[in-house]
């Protein structure tokens, strides 16, 4: 359990509304697995599961945005660690040819199937699986993937169903399905555009972010157009910093577009070191038990994804 994603029992209590010994009663009552680590009690998603019996929607959920150094793999990463302790069982597939997810994940994908030898027929989809931890599954990325653009071109795939008929094989399993794709446009983020639910692009602070956010939105909102689908799209403000003047002209950019106001997530994600610490060490933020600000935002943003809790009232406040 050292190395999994960890859900402790004040955590529960608060998601709950009860107290952390209603919580201890309930695991005990119900004999889940808990762990006890400085004088407090942990979980992961098998207990979580059984614990808060959420009926979760099923959701296919892409993370683009055609821009680099926006921390799109990070939030991604974070994100559906965090819906697994929630109990939601989760498949994660990495498009990206870097395979930045695949190594978040400590996955060596060398001599892995991964989605361009799904496409060939070489591997059934099931087969390229790779679990990661209890109820969460990854597919793998290596370079091999560069060429995924190529073959749906050449082979002329239908773009609404080369991904979509995969995850109708794979979807029935899980609650949720989680697609990392690379900063750019192309066949493969189109056919990923096209048979998630959800689209998240992650915009920072940055000089471009926004022109690669208008770009992005250009080409989902053609891609709907073109194919008679209603795909919806979230902005989530990523790498906040309030003590910057530019992260918060950002915000006002945004909050003042007729259009991205609109999509804009309730949650903002602030500036956190313990996202690429976490990963560089080959964990993630969830693995320990501290309380910090990147807990808390990557909670928030996985409750109003998976519409755990109407968030409706306000824009989440940033504190410095």
Do not use: W
């Not at 889940?32 to 992961?44: D, M, P, T």
């Not at 370079?143 to 071109?153: G, K, R």
């Not at 995850?167 to 983020?189: E, F, H, M, R, W």
């Amino acid at each position: 359990m050292s190395l999994y994603a960890k859900m402790t029992t004040n955590d529960a209590a608060t998601i709950l509304g009860v107290t952390a010994q209603a919580v201890h009663k309930n695991l005990k009552a119900k004999n889940l697995e808990s762990f006890k680590s400085q004088n407090r009690v942990f979980f992961g998603h098998e207990t979580s599961k059984k614990l808060f019996d959420l009926k979760f929607k099923k959701k296919v959920v892409s993370f683009q945005v055609v821009k680099g150094g926006t921390g799109k793999t990070s939030l991604t990463h974070s994100f559906a660690i965090r819906a697994n302790l929630y109990g939601c069982k989760v498949l994660c597939i990495d498009l990206d040819q870097q395979g930045n997810l695949t190594q978040a994940f400590s996955v060596d994908a060398n001599n892995a199937p991964v989605m361009i030898d799904i496409l060939k027929g070489q591997v059934e989809p099931r087969e390229a699986i790779v679990n990661i931890s209890p109820g969460l599954d990854l597919i793998p990325s290596r370079i091999e993937n560069a060429t995924l653009d190529n073959l749906i071109m050449l082979e002329k795939y239908s773009l609404d169903k080369v991904y979509g008929d995969i995850l109708k094989k794979l979807a029935t399993n899980y609650d949720l399905v989680v697609i990392d794709c690379p900063p750019a446009l192309g066949q493969s983020v189109a056919a990923a555009t096209l048979s998630s639910d959800l689209i998240v692009s992650p915009l920072t602070p940055e000089q471009f972010s926004i022109s690669g956010m208008k770009v992005t939105y250009e080409e989902i909102t053609s891609l709907n157009r073109k194919f008679g689908k209603n795909i919806a799209v979230k902005v989530v403000v990523n790498k906040f910093d309030s003590r910057t003047a530019l992260s918060n002209e950002v915000l006002r950019s945004i909050l003042n577009h007729d259009v991205f106001k609109t999509l804009l997530c309730k949650t903002i994600i602030r500036s956190s070191q313990d996202f690429p610490n976490a990963i560089y060490s080959g964990t993630n933020i969830f693995n320990n038990l501290k309380i910090t600000p990147a807990k808390e935002d990557i909670d928030l943003l996985t409750r109003e994804i998976l519409e755990i809790e109407n968030l409706d009232n306000e824009l989440t406040a940033v504190n410095g």
